[in-house]
C-alpha cells in the first residue's frame, strides 16, 4: 500500500502561482510513475500532469502545458506540481495518484493508488 497526502492548495488570484507538493508513504516512491489529476464541480475527473519513476519523462494536458510543471524529489518521497499563470477554469480538487510501474498514461484507472485531494480556487 502507499498513501498520499496532498497539500499547497488555497486561493488564488487571477495569475497566481501556488506549488502543489504530494507526499507519498512508501521508500520504494522511486519504483512508482505519477500523476495529477483534477475534478471541477459537475464535471468528470480530468489527467493533468503524469511523470516517470526517475523524473526524466513527463506528459502535460494541453490546457495546463506551458504553466504547469511536474517534477520528483525520490529521495524526499514527494512530487511537486508547479503551477503558473492560473486560471478561474483550473478551480478544482487535485488529485495525486501513483501507478505501479515505471511509466504510466493519461487514463485513471491505470493508477493503483490516490491521494484525498486538494482544493485550488482561482478567483477573478
Known amino acids: 500500500q502507499v498513501q498520499l497526502v496532498e497539500s499547497g492548495g488555497g486561493l488564488v488570484q487571477v495569475g497566481g502561482s501556488l506549488r502543489l507538493s504530494c507526499a507519498a508513504s512508501r521508500r520504494t516512491f522511486g519504483s512508482y510513475a505519477m500523476g495529477w489529476f483534477r475534478q471541477a464541480p459537475g464535471k468528470e475527473r480530468e489527467f493533468v500532469a503524469r511523470v516517470s519513476w526517475g523524473g526524466g519523462s513527463t506528459y502535460y494536458a494541453d490546457s495546463v502545458k506551458g504553466r504547469f510543471a511536474i517534477s520528483r524529489d525520490n529521495a524526499k518521497n514527494t512530487m511537486y506540481l508547479h503551477m503558473n499563470g492560473l486560471k478561474p477554469e483550473d478551480t478544482a480538487v487535485y488529485y495525486c495518484?501513483?501507478?505501479?510501474?515505471?511509466?504510466?498514461?493519461?487514463?485513471?484507472?491505470?493508477?493503483?493508488?490516490w491521494g484525498q485531494g486538494t482544493q485550488v480556487t482561482v478567483s477573478s
Open positions: 495518484a501513483a501507478a505501479r510501474a515505471l511509466y504510466t498514461n493519461s487514463v485513471g484507472s491505470e493508477y493503483d493508488y
